[in-house]
């Protein structure tokens, strides 16, 4: 005779299942297979996204100091360095400005929490931006890097 089964346990929050197979005929112990479920869960509902320059994501004020020379790095070396901008403006005299920007964000607990999650959501996470300003023969003037926290929130608990 053989069986299999599954059962499902909640203790402190944590929830696992258990693959019970066993047999009889066989005489075999009972094998029991655990599977944390709440690592199943946390896969598919960590809600982490990033939107912008991927170029920008392991950088930081100092690694981009290194890479940034004003006076002397050119358009082409930034382009081949960080890629296409993500938007290009001029100044009033004329100067070029290039801007970079990384938002890594992630979905807050609260929005996990039944009922609540109907009124209003939020996410929480970091923006890198890069601003690179050329003078009139295409060379770095100024640049600016900076990373900052930042917070969404929608619905009525804004």
Known sequence: MEGAGIAVHRSGGVVWAEDLTFSTANKQ???VRVIPIFLIVTIFLAGCA???NQALKNETEL????????GKTTKADVRSTFGSPNTTSFTDSGLEMWKYELAKMSADAVNFIPIVGLFGSSAS????ELVVLFDQQGLVKRYSMSESPVTVKTGIFN
Do not use: A, F, L, R
């Open 50 to 52: 990033s939107v912008g």
């Open 125 to 128: 996470g970091t923006k890198k």
């Open 63 to 70: 690694s981009v100091s290194q890479k940034i020379v004003e």
């Open 29 to 31: 112990e009972t094998k």
